[in-house]
């Protein structure tokens, strides 16, 4: 079976097909789906590192999103398949806010927390603060996750955990807010709860507050 620094130095070199053969066969072979996602995510952080060195071009970036978006394919129904049947420990709704269409972390996010026993509703990017609204409204959901990989966006994360407020939501749900420039200060301008710079922390905080 392919080792994980074969599977790590395919996405970071960007060589699809390898990654595709390699993640089938470690599902075949009966690996842990989690445990190759979380992999998957450690390399993709690496490749946002060498972009951020310009090391990599947007180019190359956009072609490691539409990789692990193919990987997901084929780990979430086995993911999905794990925990089947066992009872959800909570619902989370999720979004890229508005004015942002990046949704890498997100998306890793999302199969983490499918993966740890979540109900997900992934309302997708560029997200207005009036769907936030409806989807808390009909999903009733513990948690809320706010996305962003650009500062400009910070205030669309304000104004929708305001709008949240606003239709008097806001006591019934916890939320976090996560992106590549999302820190503690930016949580607390925007009104978070608290912020997630990794998926493990995030996956932490979403049970703790679950936790009855």
């Not at 956009?62 to 193919?70: D, G, H, M, Q, Y």
């Amino acid at each position: 079976m392919p080792t994980d620094d074969e599977l790590f130095e395919a996405i970071v070199d960007l060589r699809e097909e390898d990654v595709l053969r390699i993640a089938e066969d470690r599902m075949l072979a009966g690996e842990d789906p989690i445990r190759v996602a979380e992999l998957c995510r450690g390399a993709m952080a690496e490749v946002g590192d060498r972009f951020a060195k310009k090391e990599y071009f947007l180019s190359q970036l956009v072609l490691s999103a539409e990789i692990f978006r193919e990987i997901m394919e084929i780990l979430e129904p086995r993911i999905l398949e794990r925990t089947k049947g066992e009872e959800k420990i909570g619902r989370v709704v999720i979004g890229t806010v508005k004015g942002d269409v990046h949704d890498i972390g997100k998306n890793i996010v999302v199969g983490m927390l499918k993966g740890n026993g979540f109900d997900v509703v992934d309302l997708g990017v560029d997200v207005e603060a009036e769907r936030f609204v409806d989807q808390i409204m009909e999903m009733k959901p513990q948690i809320v996750g706010m996305s962003c990989l650009i500062s400009v966006a910070w205030e669309s994360m304000k104004n929708t955990i305001e709008a949240i407020e606003a239709a008097g939501l806001r006591e019934s749900v916890r939320i976090i807010v996560g992106g590549g420039l999302v820190n503690e200060q930016v949580a607390q301008h925007v009104g978070a709860d608290a912020y997630a710079n990794d998926v493990i922390r995030g996956i932490s905080l979403c049970k703790e507050w679950v936790t009855p």
